[in-house]
T-cell receptor
Framework: AQRVTQPEKLLSVFKGAPVELKCNYS??????LFWYVQYSRQRLQLLLRHISRESIKGFTADLNKGETSFHLKKPFAQEEDSAMYYCALGGSNYKLTFGKGTLLTVNP | GAGVSQSPSNKVTEKGKDVELRCDPISGHTALYWYRQSLGQGLEFLIY????????KSGLPSDRFSAERTGGSVSTLTIQRTQQEDSAVYLC??????????????FGSGTRLTVV
């Protein structure tokens, strides 16, 4: 069975501080991992995917198969990063399993 | 269309009434998904359509929920005899066909359903 765990419901940091949103997954096959973001009053949108190894809006995430983790990191948080973040796991059936989300608040 | 379109954006209904939620996916996206988003519960998978294959209905919470997809495009999610616990935001998403890589979903803006 596919499972995604985001242990923090809420995360609050100050502007300019590093931020890490944790995500752990459980899957027996070869996973595809994603981070989605939902800003206030906007639709859910793809932030980044592990297969692309990209950095979007200063965020990066590295897939660690040994620790079954895909934590999202940014060295210097900005106020506009405040949003709900969801980690998602895709299996061979192309159905995404989402975590319950972490609400990030970046304080001035 | 340019994006995934959902209607209505808001729906208030009385307990016991039936509701229909509509989703128009991105042209060329053969996969279509329905999720339910509620506070503290994250995104709960409901149903998945892929081309002409039988849909994956494993996430539907009860037999009051059903969905169909006509002509491989527009989908309708129907909730019969609505209950207050059905109140949530219902999200639709579409994605490219399998075999073209798993590029993630494109979501609609959702339908906020309130059962009073």
């Amino acid at each position: 069975a596919q499972r995604v765990t985001q242990p923090e419901k809420l995360l609050s940091v100050f502007k300019g501080a590093p931020v890490e949103l944790k995500c752990n997954y459980s899957y027996s096959g070869s996973p595809e991992l994603f981070w989605y973001v939902q800003y206030s009053r906007q639709r859910l949108q793809l932030l980044l995917r592990h297969i692309s190894r990209e950095s979007i809006k200063g965020f990066t995430a590295d897939l660690n198969k040994g620790e079954t983790s895909f934590h999202l990191k940014k060295p210097f948080a900005q106020e506009e990063d405040s949003a709900m973040y969801y980690c998602a796991l895709g299996g061979s059936n192309y159905k995404l399993t989402f975590g319950k989300g972490t609400l990030l608040t970046v304080n001035p | 269309g340019a994006g995934v379109s959902q209607s209505p954006s808001n729906k208030v209904t009385e307990k016991g009434k039936d509701v229909e939620l509509r989703c128009d996916p991105i042209s060329g996206h053969t996969a279509l998904y329905w999720y339910r988003q509620s506070l503290g519960q994250g995104l709960e998978f409901l149903i998945y359509f892929q081309g002409n294959s039988a849909p994956d209905k494993s996430g539907l919470p009860s037999d009051r929920f059903s969905a169909e997809r006509t002509g491989g495009s527009v989908s309708t999610l129907t909730i019969q005899r609505t209950q207050q616990e059905d109140s949530a935001v219902y999200l639709c998403a579409s994605s490219r066909p399998p075999g073209q890589g798993h590029y993630g979903y494109t979501f609609g803006s959702g339908t906020r359903l309130t059962v009073v």
